[in-house]
């Protein structure tokens, strides 16, 4: 019965934290009857479906159908490491039973995931332990299927630039599909695919007349039987490409002005952004990547603004640069806090399972202590007492390493926040210079190093202030006031963040009154105010305003940093000096720790300031923090 209880305990609270499916499969995994009902009904409501069974279905066949329509609401949000998960649980439970068709399907979606994840050795694996199955299948639809996994094989070959066994793969298909009927559609189709793909590999290898004659062929095809617009743009595109490649550039241009007009006229977006990309319209793919956040597109597309401005426009090429690199960034990040939420769910669910055996092991304590409560109830009570003091013991232990860690893990997010990204502009920069040196000129150069001596300089203010405030952590509160020119400190600080105010062209004014004295810690205001022209650049778009000014009261001065940026949600406003491993994206795409804020809080309550935030969103935000007039 506490099993039990502990069980709808579990699920109920799985609902509440923030729709935990991989915790309500683990509930349904390790209960029967109405509790694990429930919860295959929960993880549907969670992903949005309806439930396609009752309470009277049988629990494997529930079991399969949740396992369906989790992997495909995890293929559908692109969460891969997901869909390998169930994928394999998946083929596990269709071997038990013996059903290959379904079998197959799950090595063929767990291929799939493997490819996205750029794991191709265990996609080909995959793909070719389904290829298997449906040689033991058998039968029409399984000689269709087939054909299918082997051109995702040769895809994946194409994409390891093994052209060899890509084109023999295609063949090989071409083969499979035998004589091809005038009247049988899905097979034209399925053949103008193939004479794409092996188009794409001449293509690569250089051999455009091959290129140019499937291309064509494929193109025909495709238009005839009316394949899907899409389709037809992919093989105009190819042709195209092979047109430029054999000295047929008008032709390859009318194809594919073509091409866009057709993606215009079926809303293609993706397809639009493409081929603005393999035109050179380098500004308009860009537009368009950014507008619908293909990422993978824009990547190319500032690369080859990049390459083109070059040797023209090195200002503008160096902008381009600069959004690559961030673009880099950004998707790292993206990853990274993927795996981290991966783990997270892990960990979860390992904490789970560990509550409910020691759950299982104290009642089995106390069904033998209850047994021999009258032989040993001295010696038990005696026990008791021992394990008391050590409990106590252990929690005392626990809390002192819980706090331990929570400042050791406040220490290294203040590193990361405030060193990562000046070092890793250094790094970038470097790799410029030593990859392309010979070929940049000297103004190209002179800007580079320019970039290093800003950067390595405000890398190194950084890292004092960091250590400056560490080293009043660990002597519990200590700070060292004293007077100074306040109005020094702010150009100082805009001075060293010049270069990002630059690279959006923001306007930057010092309204502090040059004769103002203030009494504090110098290198604590210098923090907190790095800390606010860090988020004021970040959240102000191109051409901004930026205003650092005071206000005076009786007995301090309030400094104020203003900007006209994106302003801050009301709702967020709530939690801002909350320490937090992640905020919002900047006007640029800049991506932080969000512990700026928090870390400045932290310091003027050490000093006896005070911090306030106001901002309208869409308007900007006003941040003021006091400190004492001249002593």
Known sequence: MRFRLIAIWLLVSSWACAQDIDSLFQVFEKNKGEVAYK??????????????????????????????????????????????????????????IGDLFNEAGCYMTLANAYQRLGRLDKAIDCYNHCSDLMDEIGGEMAEVNKRYVMNNIAEIH?????????????????????????????????????????????????????????????LDLSQRYQDTPNKIINRMMSLSKAYGNLGKAKEGERLLSDALQLAQNNDELFLQAVIHLQKGDYEQAIAMAEANHYDGVLQEALNGAYQEARNNDP??????????????????????????????????????????????????KARMMLVGLVILAIVLFALFVIWLRLAQMRKRRNQELTELNEMKDRLMSIVSHDVKTPVSAIRNVLEQLCSYYDGMNDTDRKASLMMLKSTSEALSDRLYNILQWVKSVLEHGVVTPKDFNLAALVDESIKSQR?????????????????????????????????????????????GEIRVRTEEETDCVWLVVQDNGKGIPEQKLEKIFRFVTNSSSGTGGETGTGIGLF???????????????????????SVRFSMKKQG
Do not use: W
């Open 158 to 218: 194409l994409a390891m630039n093994e052209y060899d066994v890509a084109e023999e793969i295609y063949h090989k298909c071409i083969d499979m599909l035998g004589e091809v009927h005038e009247q049988d559609t899905a097979s034209n189709l399925d053949l103008a695919t193939y004479y794409q793909n092996l188009a794409e590999v001449y293509i690569a290898q250089g051999k455009m007349e091959d290129a140019v004659g499937l291309a064509e062929q494929s």
């Open 315 to 364: 200002r503008k090429a160096l902008e381009y640069l600069e959004r690559s690199i961030v673009m880099k960034d950004s998707i790292f990040n993206e990853n990274q806090q993927q795996l981290i939420r991966d783990y997270q769910v892990r960990y979860a669910m390992q904490e789970k399972e560990h509550e409910l055996a020691m759950q299982r092991e104290k009642n089995e």
């Open 499 to 543: 270069y990002s105010m630059d690279v959006k062209a923001l306007q930057v004014t010092n309204e502090v009154p040059v004769e103002l004295m203030v009494y504090n810690d110098p290198s604590v205001v210098s923090l907190v105010l790095q800390n606010l022209l860090s988020n004021a650049v970040k959240f102000s778009y191109p051409h």
């Open 39 to 96: 919860a295959a009904v929960a993880i549907d409501e969670v992903i949005g479906r309806e439930p396609n069974f009752d309470t009277e279905t049988d629990k494997d066949e529930i079991k399969l159908k949740v396992l369906r329509t989790m992997i495909l609401y995890y293929f559908n949000t692109d969460d891969f490491q997901h869909v390998v998960a169930y994928s394999e649980i998946g083929i596990e439970h269709y071997q038990k």
């Open 599 to 621: 870390v400045s809080k932290q310091l003027l309550d050490k000093t006896g300031g005070a911090i306030r935030v106001e901002s309208v969103l869409g308007e900007g935000t």
